[in-house]
Nanobody, 125 residues
Framework: QLQLVETGGGLVQPGGSLRLTCVAS????????LGWYRQVSGKEREFVAGINRNGESSTYGDSVKGRVTISRDNAKNTVYLEMNNVNPEDTAVYSCAADLYGSGISPLARKYENWGQGTQVTVSS
């Protein structure tokens, strides 16, 4: 069974950068669209970015567009999220997810069946 584990979170200063990593085990990632979401306690999960199976197409949430880049390395069973020029509003738990059955990139969280446990990102000076 596919399992996803995120790393790379932590404390970062406003204006700084970080890279989140999500490694899969139990199954290969090649067949699946992958996404990154974030969630603040008490709020709904927010779509950050998605990438298609071969990595040639990606889409981003409006609040992060231009500041984040999603990429994947299928040989390493890994998906990444690079974040630049972060601000306090980026503080959240970030989770990666796999869409096991869809073919396109959906921003809808309900389309993703497998989720990692998340990694906390805190933007503060």
């Amino acid at each position: 069974q596919l399992q996803l584990v995120e790393t790379g979170g932590g404390l970062v200063q406003p204006g700084g950068s970080l890279r989140l990593t999500c490694v899969a085990s139990g199954s290969i990632l090649n067949p699946y669209t992958l996404g990154w979401y974030r969630q603040v306690s008490g709020k709904e999960r927010e779509f950050v970015a998605g990438i298609n199976r071969n990595g040639e197409s990606s889409t981003y949430g409006d609040s992060v567009k231009g500041r984040v880049t999603i990429s994947r390395d299928n040989a390493k069973n890994t998906v990444y999220l690079e974040m630049n020029n972060v601000n306090p509003e980026d503080t959240a738990v970030y989770s990666c997810a796999a869409d096991l059955y869809g073919s396109g990139i959906s921003p809808l969280a309900r389309k993703y069946e497998n989720w990692g446990q998340g990694t906390q990102v805190t933007v503060s000076s």
